[in-house]
């Protein structure tokens, strides 16, 4: 806590948000008057704070952080402000504040948010990773120079924990589905090019291929990231302990990606060489297929691979959702007619989709293509979620998000299904989050005997 207050008042702020405790042994680093008696008091504090731990909180004044922030003495706040549970700075000036975080920055190395209602609290809001102002009494200096701006602190929380998740789910699913549907459906275009010994000649038509992430299959993408979510808010803010797995990057990491990347490479070798397994393809003419047939079926089958995919991917359906697959699909089918239509602008195209959907073999190599390539992925996801399950699983399970309303959250431990749970700090886990429910749910039912009372 950075405070302009006094030394009093910002222990009893302490005091009065439960950041000291009764149990806590309060360190002070005031009023030093120079270099030496500041590194004097931060070396007591450190021995107090070693054989005191974790209950340790630190108070330290501007007066004393003067020196404490020069580089001789930096890394010893530093250290000390990491083993104690709770550092309050206090009588600290807009710089000093500004100054306090980028040393947590550089030393620590880890992402800083930094929250404020004021305007001397601007310095510091804009010198973190991440600034939050508060719309509040003090004016709207500290709000219009933040990040986030939230109307009450306690909104800090959903911020964090449920916008923030939304966020990190709904990113981490578009930026991975968007290299998967090009790699899926266009690293056919490599595999081409070793038959036609790297001519240079373009597997899919020019048109088809400038509409394909413009028009066709752009809706999917735009679906996850407006509109996807795991777990819904209530429960969210119930079980704040699958906030821990997001702060590893559960949905967005080198492990995530290149699976999706691995996924996209087989997804385009089965779409490509599925045309291999049929004989020579006849027309209604009696013709022998050509090219262009055959690349409409290879376009045909990968973006209905990357479309179930999206189906696959998607954890809550709603309207939006079937309306962004199935208009994509659609425009896939309508763009391609079009230009098989319009002989004076397309003529080697010309009647082209319509033969080629008069093939059965058309749709059976489509229907194929797209079993092989997604139960790979089924039988992948069910083995994880049967014998690897996140946290956010077991919860999703217990809570599914068609529903689920605030009073749905108050579950017994008995009907909480512990059969997807193996391991036993998932049993454990559960445990702690069921017995809390229950005493919530006790503690609205009493009280709500008492109101009837």
């Known amino acids: 806590v950075i405070t302009g207050d006094q030394q009093d008042t910002a222990e009893n702020i302490g005091h009065s948000c439960k950041l000291i405790t009764r149990e806590s042994t309060i360190v002070r680093v005031v009023k030093c008057e120079n270099e030496s008696k500041c590194k004097e008091a931060l070396i007591n504090a450190m021995n107090v704070a070693t054989q005191k731990q974790p209950k340790v909180s630190l108070v330290i004044d501007g007066q004393s952080l003067v020196f404490a922030l020069n580089d001789n003495l930096q890394q010893y706040l530093l250290d000390i402000g990491s083993i104690c549970e709770t550092v309050i700075v206090c009588r600290a000036d807009p710089l000093q504040k500004a100054l306090v975080v980028r040393m947590m920055k550089q030393g620590t190395h880890k992402i800083c948010l930094s929250i404020g209602d004021g305007a001397n609290d601007v310095s510091m809001i804009q010198e973190a990773h991440i600034g939050v102002g508060i719309w509040g009494e003090e004016g709207t200096q500290a709000a219009n120079n933040s990040d986030y701006s939230i109307r009450l602190f306690k909104h800090l929380s959903k911020l964090i924990t449920v916008h923030g998740r939304y966020n990190m789910l709904r990113t981490g699913l578009m930026v991975e589905y968007s290299f998967y549907k090009n790699i899926t459906v266009f690293f056919s275009q490599f595999w081409f090019a070793i038959f036609c010994r790297w ?9 088809a291929m400038s509409a394909f992430n413009v028009i066709i299959l752009s809706l999917p993408p735009m679906g996850l990231a407006l509109f996807d979510k795991d777990i819904s808010e209530e429960v969210i803010l119930r079980h704040a302990e699958i906030y821990h797995e997001l702060r590893s990057g559960l949905y967005l990491t080198y492990k995530t990606f290149i699976r999706w990347i691995a996924t996209s490479a087989y997804h385009s070798i089965v779409v490509f060489f599925a045309i291999f397994l049929l004989s020579d393809i006849v027309t209604y003419e009696g013709m022998t297929a050509d090219f262009l047939i055959v690349s409409n079926i290879v376009l045909s089958a990968g973006t209905s691979t990357a479309l179930t995919k ?28 079009i230009e098989s239509s319009l002989v004076d602008i397309f003529p080697k195209f010309y009647q082209v989709m319509m033969q080629t959907m008069s093939l059965n073999c058309y749709w059976f190599v489509v229907v194929i293509v797209v079993a092989i390539c997604s139960i790979p992925d089924l039988v992948f996801d069910y083995v994880q979620r049967q014998y690897f399950p996140y946290q956010w699983q077991i ?36 445990e702690k989050l069921s017995l809390t429910a229950i005493d919530r749910s006790k503690g609205k039912r009493h009280s709500d005997s008492s109101s009837d009372d």
């Open 199 to 207: 001519s240079g000649q373009s597997f899919f038509d020019d048109w």
């Open 310 to 337: 999206a189906m696959l991917t998607t954890r809550h359906w709603l309207f939006i959702s079937n309306f962004c697959i199935w208009l994509s699909y659609l425009a896939l089918v309508a763009i391609l007619m």
């Open 395 to 430: 919860v999703q399970e217990s809570f599914p998000l068609s529903g689920t309303n605030q009073s749905d959250v108050y579950y017994s431990y008995d009907e909480v299904s512990m059969n997807t749970i193996k391991d036993k700090t998932a049993v454990n886990e559960t």
